[in-house]
């Protein structure tokens, strides 16, 4: 029966998603974007040719697009010669077990330089490492707040400290921390991933914090009454009252928070010098080739429209989850 | 109904809540006896404490002075054997209407019904209240009266040894509430459970009470009257409205609301308050003008 339930709620979804569909709805939903884009980069291509650099002038969008053709051939070249590379050793490492089969053969892995895609993977895994620890930390920590009125009375002045701190200002006490602390010998992940991860969860953590709070704070009287009445115990009353009813506010939080680990991301990683979309523009910056305020643009429209899929997923995985489908939109 | 022992005793009940320079008295003095399987109705002006009694039989409230005894125990907190129909339904929205009673059912009965049991038991109660076809239905989903319907199932399905309901129809239309109180008075004739409930409805009140508890206004409020209702069961509303006995009661219960206990309003009327005025007014909807 759960499962039949499952079922008919994901086609009501989808039901739901369909719905108010018509053919003059679609043209304007489509045509008004498309219209305002191309109004963008017409007025870019204008401006960028008056903007003279030490690096030439701004590129246009044809520029740009060119880069991103150069970013995605690159890619394509390192997984070439990264392929490449490993049959190569298998080559050589048959011949060497042909001719004596005892021999101990190992494959190296290819060690070329990371490509732009590599970097987005890398960013992308951070984020979610950090977003994750957030909200591990921030939505038991917010249940449990705000459950007590004298534990919120008492976190709530720290909270209202923390929660306008720059990632910038953060990183340095994170990085050293993260030296001091952080010494294994051959550690799995590098210490620069740590620092990032760190900062963007320390950066992302407190609208999740508040909103679990509000949302457990507004858990309604009379919810709380039949809660009473039946003699719920303490953890049933906090999972099946408390949690559904803030579940709506704690998605709120959750999507804010995911976007700010997106946006400190980018500056931590630009800063600690870890590898990622941050490291690419610092890199491309300091490089000072022609092509690099191209390249640099290609990763703030990537940046853009990858921050922007992020908040999408999000709302999906809201109305998915979430019982209240009126608060989950835009 | 004077029995040896009473089923259930509120005796010299007060209520105070401190207040800026000392204490507001909201009840004083309330004495009430209930025997097994009566219907009584509280009835009386807005603000005269009549939530605040319910809330003391329900334990979400406890007495300042005085106290409220069931089978000869204390109620002391909130408990399942004194269940309550809130006014606004208080379903779990995320919940259907199969789960939100079996939340009541599992957490009552998780030791003395298997699982098979239960899930027997919660979809009994819903038909009971005739909601079966809507089992998977949430709140949302549904109309104000059959929420209301099943948040009477999740309170009967907790087999309460009373059954408390504030305003339990309330909300609803005319229609509507006509049909549940129907329900009901069927209900508690198959079940012959206790029942308390508060209304601001006359006939509501006769139709399906024992008795009726008058209260005065507050502050201080207490009980002012307690009216028998000797008519016959099963009641029909259509017979009922030519029978003498019922105008009867009718009769002095809208007497000792608006000549005995007429509200006191203070203020002068502003043409903005008229809604609220009305809302909060008792009424004895149908032939009052007849």
Not at chain 1, 76 to 101: G, H, S, T, V
Not at chain 2, 92 to 116: C, D, H, I
């Amino acid at each position: 029966m759960q499962q039949a339930a499952t079922v008919t709620r994901i086609t009501d979804f989808m039901k739901q998603q369909m719905a108010g569909f018509s053919p003059q709805g679609a043209i304007r939903a489509v045509s008004m974007p498309v219209l305002g884009v191309l109004a963008f980069l017409l007025l870019w291509q204008m401006a960028a040719q008056n903007v003279t650099t030490s690096l030439g002038s701004l590129p246009g969008p044809a520029g740009v697009w060119a880069q991103a053709g150069n970013l995605w051939a690159d890619h394509l070249d390192e997984q070439r010669r990264a392929a490449e590379f490993i049959e190569m050793q298998k080559e050589r490492n048959a011949e060497i077990l042909a001719r004596n089969p005892d021999a101990e053969v190992r494959i190296r892995p290819y060690s070329g330089k990371e490509t732009f895609i590599d970097q987005i993977l890398t960013s992308l895994g951070t984020v979610f490492s950090g977003f994750l620890l957030a909200s591990l930390l921030a939505i038991p920590l917010g249940i449990v707040v705000g459950l007590n009125r004298y534990l919120y009375e008492a976190v709530n002045p720290v909270i209202q400290v923390f929660k306008p701190v720059s990632p910038l200002a953060w990183l340095p006490i994170v990085t050293l921390v993260v030296s001091a602390t952080y010494t294994v010998e051959d550690p799995m992940v590098s210490r620069a991933f740590i620092t990032s991860m760190v900062t963007v969860s320390l950066c992302s953590l407190w609208p999740t914090l508040v909103n679990t709070i509000m949302g457990v704070n507004a858990v309604s009287q009379d919810l709380r009454n039949v809660s009473q009445v039946l003699r719920l115990g303490f953890f049933t009353h906090v999972w099946r009252v408390v949690l559904p009813s803030a579940i709506p506010m704690i998605f709120t939080g959750l999507r804010l928070s995911l976007g700010i680990a997106w946006m400190v991301l980018i500056a931590a990683e630009m800063l600690a010098q870890s590898p990622g979309l941050g490291k690419f523009v610092w890199d491309e910056f300091q490089n000072g080739s022609s092509e690099s305020l191209g390249r640099i643009m290609v990763a703030v429209i990537v940046i853009g429209l990858i921050g922007l899929v992020l908040d999408r997923g999000m709302l999906m995985l809201q109305r998915l989850l979430s019982w209240d489908r009126a608060s989950a939109t835009h | 109904m004077s029995h040896s022992r009473p089923h259930l005793e509120l005796s010299s009940v007060g209520m105070g809540f401190p207040i800026k320079g000392g204490t507001f008295t909201a009840l004083d003095d309330v004495n009430l006896r209930v025997a097994e399987g009566e219907f009584i109705s509280l009835i009386g002006h807005s603000g005269c404490g009549k939530s605040t009694v319910l809330n003391i039989v329900a334990g979400l409230m406890r007495a300042t002075r005085g106290g409220c005894l069931l089978d000869g125990r204390e109620v002391t907190e909130p408990g399942p054997e004194r269940a309550v129909v809130f006014q606004n339904h208080s379903l779990m929205p995320w919940l259907s209407a199969y789960q939100n009673v079996e939340l009541a059912v599992r957490q009552v009965f998780r030791k003395s019904m298997t699982r098979q049991q239960r899930r027997d038991w919660v979809i009994h109660n819903l038909e009971l209240v005739h909601m079966g076809h809507a089992l998977d239905k949430r709140p949302d989903e549904l109309s104000g009266g059959m929420r209301q319907r099943v948040g009477i199932a999740r309170a009967l399905a907790m087999q309460p040894k009373v059954l408390l309901m504030d305003e339990p129809f309330g909300a609803l239309d005319a229609l509507t509430r006509a049909h549940l109180q129907d329900s009901l008075m069927e209900i508690q004739r198959e079940l012959n459970s206790t029942v308390i409930m508060i209304t601001h409805d006359v006939d509501e009140a006769v139709l399906l009470s024992d008795r009726i508890v008058m209260m005065t206004n507050g502050p201080a409020a207490s009980i002012g009257e307690v009216l028998d209702v000797p008519l016959e069961r099963p009641r029909d509303r259509v017979a009922l409205a030519d029978c003498a006995e019922y105008n009867r009661c009718r009769q002095s219960v809208l007497s000792f609301l608006y000549e005995k206990q007429q509200k006191v309003t203070p203020m002068p009327r502003k043409t903005g308050e008229a809604r609220g005025t009305q809302e909060d007014a008792p009424s004895a909807s149908g032939a009052v003008n007849a």
